[in-house]
T-cell receptor, first 113, second 112 residues
Framework: EAQVTQNPRYLITVTGKKLTVTCSQN?????MSWYRQDPGLGLRQIYY???????DKGDVPEGYKVSRKEKRNFPLILESPSPNQTSLYFC????????????FGPGTRLLVL | QQQVKQSPQSLIVQKGGIPIINCAYE??????FPWYQQFPGKGPALLIA?????SEKKEGRFTISFNKSAKQFSLHIMDSQPGDSATYFC???????????FGAGTRLAVHP
């Protein structure tokens, strides 16, 4: 089944404790991206990657890191999480063959205390 | 500063009604306007999309109307069903995946 998977789905952590949210896609997509969803703000792009070893900042990159060492994986790293990073996070992937359609994962709900 | 303004925030209709969700944009460079549907606990999924060379696009019960001069576009759901209850996001792009800007979302409830 073609899909984007994220882990964990739910995470509670404390301020300053480094964490990684994994994202994997099995569709051989070149493009991958991370968004955060907050009430009243819709989805805002954090980082994106056009291919392996090619990443760039989105609209809200502060406090986040990413890497793209393999085509299928695009982990999101919070080196020192803060309460304002409490949010619902989505990973997405896409390919030029589908125009600009993005396929979203199921989401990771993060609470930073 | 939100580049894509979506309204209303929430909407309640009866089964069979025609909910309309509106979006307005400012950036005239936007050339791709998708709508995403999100059910609780799920990620958004592409519903329908339009480019500015057409004024309307229909897929099943879902229709996008696009007004380039007014910089507005809207989603109409014909013969709405309780299963259409979800959050809907409009978005706009000015050239590829990395430029996709989302609206704030509209929570739709279709009552039986």
């Amino acid at each position: 089944e073609a899909q984007v998977t994220q882990n964990p789905r739910y995470l509670i952590t404390v301020t300053g404790k480094k964490l990684t949210v994994t994202c994997s896609q099995n569709m051989n997509h070149e493009y991958m991206s991370w968004y955060r969803q907050d009430p009243g703000l819709g989805l805002r792009q954090i980082y994106y990657s056009m291919n392996v070893e090619v990443t760039d900042k989105g609209d809200v990159p502060e406090g986040y890191k990413v890497s793209r060492k393999e085509k299928r994986n695009f982990p999101l790293i919070l080196e020192s999480p803060s309460p304002n990073q409490t949010s619902l996070y989505f990973c997405a992937s896409g390919t030029n063959r589908d125009g600009e359609t993005q396929y979203f994962g199921p989401g990771t709900r993060l609470l930073v205390l | 500063q939100q580049q894509v303004k979506q309204s209303p925030q929430s909407l309640i209709v009866q089964k069979g009604g025609i909910p309309i969700i509106n979006c307005a944009y400012e950036n005239t460079a936007f050339d791709y306007f998708p709508w995403y549907q999100q059910f609780p606990g799920k990620g958004p999924a592409l519903l329908i999309a339009i480019r500015p060379d057409v004024s309307e696009k229909k897929e099943g019960r879902f229709t996008i109307s696009f007004n380039k001069s007014a910089k507005q576009f809207s989603l109409h759901i014909m013969d709405s069903q309780p299963g259409d209850s979800a959050t809907y996001f409009c978005a706009a792009s000015a050239g590829g995946y990395n430029k996709l800007i989302f609206g704030a979302g509209t929570r739709l409830a279709v009552h039986p």
